[in-house]
Structure formats: structure tokens, C-alpha cells
């Protein structure tokens, strides 16, 4: 993934690294069980979810957001021409809210170039898997059919690819005699929950920066004890 320059990134967290809140907005598609996790520790903290947007228009993520007060919209495929028209509207709404991060929080759509050239080295995902292993749909379906011992989540730059943008964060869980899809899923989510807020926490602090020397290397600053806060990890 290319890193942009700091003046080609007026709508990125990028563009301020003060002690703020930083506004970031939400991607759902499900239950919202990593939304949640982040209105339990972020919000209103180190960042503020200005904006929850779904392609559901019944995801019970949706009504999470709107219980803490949280703008949402629905941008369903079949109400736009094509992906790349519901791709536009939904950049615009989420500028228009203030967003400076996206993070994708079990959201089930593909995002063009277009989109993620709005929103530069700025739009991130939670994967339920080590990648570059397993990426895509059914990541503990294929890992379980690959007999794996060890399963994990990762936080990672999204890109053009699917699930192949920079790693900023990953943790791993050793479950050896795992045969069952939900049974890694309950044992992978406190890993999600922990991993999603951390990373934000990072952002916010401007303690992500890229390896000048390798560009798919992501490198943490953790000095001051940056992450420890509200229970995360240091």
C-alpha cells in the first residue's frame, strides 16, 4: 500500500496529531458486538464515533449506535446504480459527519479505490484470522479445515486487495482440539474487543507509522505508556 504524503490526507487522522478526540465512523453489517466494544471504550474517550453506516438496513449494529446517540445511515447496494455510485454516497455522508478514521467492524462489502482514496491510510479492519493466512469470508471455517492449532484476529490497513492491506495489530489463541466454527468465534471476540480499541488508541495518538525501509511494515509507538489506558493493553 502506498503511503500518501501528509498534504494529500486533509480527511485522514493524519492531518492532526493533537490530544483530541478522533473522530472516526463505523461499518457494520451484523450483530455489532465490536461497535459495542468500542462505545465501552473509545467513544467519547480517545475518539468519537461521529457516524455508524450499514448496507443492512435491520442490522442490530444499527440500533446500538442509535442508543448512544450515534448518527447512522443505510447505504444498501440495490438503492444505487452500482457499488461504485453506493461507494460515493457513503464517503460523502461519512465526510460530511466529520470522520477522519473508518474502521470496518464486521461490515460485508467490498470498498473501491475510489472510496479508500478519500478516506488515505485511514479506513482499517478487524480480521478474524492471522493473516496473510485464511483472508476473506469463512476465515475459521477455512482455518479449522486446514487443521490449524492456532487461530487469531488482526487489525489491518484496508487496501484495494482483499484483506492484504499492512498489519497494524495482531493476537493469538491456541486452541489445539478446536473442531467447531462458534466455538473459536466465542474464543476469538475478547481478542477482537481488545485488539479493535488498541489499535484506535494507537491512531488516535499518532503512534502508527509506516517503515520507510519496508513498506509493508507497520511500527508502533508505544512510549509514554500509550494503550495501557481504559484497560487496554500496553
Not at 476465515?139 to 487489525?155: D, M, R, S
Not at 493476537?171 to 471476540?189: I, M
Not at 474487543?193 to 513498506?215: F, K, Q
Request: no cysteine; charged share 20%; hydrophobic share 45%.
Amino acid at each position: 500500500m502506498e503511503v500518501p504524503n501528509d498534504g494529500d490526507v486533509a480527511h485522514s487522522y493524519l492531518a492532526t496529531r493533537v490530544p483530541e478526540q478522533l473522530p472516526i465512523a463505523v461499518l457494520v453489517s451484523g450483530t455489532g458486538t465490536n461497535l459495542q466494544a468500542l462505545l465501552d471504550t473509545v467513544h467519547e474517550h480517545e475518539a468519537r464515533i461521529v457516524a455508524v453506516a450499514s448496507s443492512v438496513p435491520d442490522a442490530p449494529a444499527l440500533a446500538r449506535a442509535r442508543e448512544r446517540g450515534v448518527a447512522t445511515e443505510v447505504f444498501a447496494r440495490a438503492s444505487y446504480a452500482d457499488r461504485e455510485a453506493r461507494d460515493e454516497a457513503l464517503a460523502e455522508w461519512l465526510l460530511g459527519q466529520g470522520a477522519r478514521l473508518v474502521v470496518l467492524a464486521g461490515y460485508m462489502e467490498l470498498l473501491g479505490e475510489a472510496f479508500l482514496a478519500r478516506f488515505p491510510r485511514a479506513v482499517i479492519n478487524v480480521h478474524p484470522s492471522l493473516l496473510p493466512a485464511f483472508p476473506g469470508l469463512h476465515a475459521i471455517e477455512q482455518a479449522l479445515a486446514y487443521g490449524v492449532k492456532v487461530f487469531g484476529v488482526t487489525v489491518h490497513f484496508v487496501d484495494a486487495g482483499v484483506d492484504t492491506g499492512p498489519v497494524i495489530l495482531q493476537r493469538a489463541v491456541e486452541l489445539p482440539e478446536a473442531s467447531d466454527a462458534e466455538e473459536v468465534l466465542a474464543a476469538l471476540r475478547p481478542l477482537e474487543h481488545s485488539l479493535l480499541p488498541e489499535a484506535i488508541t494507537l491512531l488516535a495518538h499518532g503512534a502508527v507509522h509506516p517503515d520507510e525501509n519496508s513498506p509493508r511494515r507497520v511500527l508502533i509507538d508505544r512510549a509514554g505508556g500509550i494503550g495501557s489506558a481504559r484497560g487496554l493493553p500496553g
